[in-house]
């Protein structure tokens, strides 16, 4: 009997074929527990982003079928599931080079990049709505150095699910692309971390030395009013 049984309705959903009952609110990596698949492969962090676990699925009253993160996505009734393998796309051996990037060097390793049709394929199936494709036209039209950096922020988010890839009719791989544009522009374009610093030396001055102590002789209820606290979230704001 799992922890879910007593205490939700149940949907039906079908995964591979196969038709299970679930309780409902739960994601599709906890219905694969739940039907008793432990899910050896193709699940890691269960926060949405290692980018280990993508599927496609489709909803009874739903012509298209979607993709998403299966520990990001809640079951559905009448929900068809298909897991989609782990990114299998190859990662080129590309290290930083001796001299300032250019555009030439991201296409010395990811020459298909050129070969993009503009189908849009890869923006639709980001589960973390990335405009997967305008960083790669972003990258095809790179003419300066900073361009680069561009390229680099439309990738900010990616999980490296490797689902834009797996969608490309032109074998494009879009995430790769965009992670060695993110660390040539890590390693030459770093931008100081202002706000980093900036704290850094608040705590050396002691602003939060009253309030750490304050954290560190707390009991559990207090801490745990303390999370809730307008204070702790203008904390994190902050
Ligand atoms: S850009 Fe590609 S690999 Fe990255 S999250 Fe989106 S679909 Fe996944
Ligand atoms: S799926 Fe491939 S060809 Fe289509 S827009 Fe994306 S990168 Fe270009
Ligand atoms: S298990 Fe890591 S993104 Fe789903």
Wanted: hydrophobic share 40%; with cysteine; proline share 5%.
């Amino acid at each position: 009997m799992s922890q879910f049984d007593a205490q939700s309705a149940l949907i039906r959903i079908e995964v591979d074929g196969d038709a299970h009952p679930v309780p409902e609110g739960i994601t599709v990596i906890q219905a694969m527990w739940n039907i008793g698949r432990p899910m050896l492969h193709g699940v890691g962090c269960l926060g949405g982003v290692c980018g280990a676990c993508p599927i496609t699925y489709r909803l009874p009253d739903q012509l298209a079928s979607k993709t998403g993160l299966a520990c990001q996505t809640a079951v559905r009734e009448g929900m068809a599931i298909t897991f989609i393998p782990s990114d299998v796309s190859k990662k080129a051996i590309a290290p930083l080079p001796k001299e300032s990037p250019t555009q030439k060097t991201l296409f010395q390793y990811y020459p298909e990049t050129r070969r993009c049709t503009a189908c849009r394929a890869c923006t639709s199936v980001c589960p973390q709505e990335i405009d997967v494709m305008g960083g790669v036209r972003a990258a095809i039209n790179a003419s300066s150095l900073g361009d680069l950096s561009t390229v680099a922020e439309k990738f900010t988010a990616c999980v490296m699910c490797g689902l834009c890839a797996a969608v490309c009719e032109v074998q494009i791989k879009p995430h790769r692309a965009g992670m060695y544009a993110r660390r040539l522009t890590g390693a030459f374009y770093p931008k100081e971390a202002t706000r980093l610093l900036d704290r850094i030396e608040e705590v050396r001055s002691g602003k939060y030395a009253s309030a750490w102590n304050r954290l560190l002789s707390a009991d559990d209820e207090a801490l745990s009013d303390y999370c809730r606290s307008e204070e702790a979230l203008q904390g994190l704001a902050g």
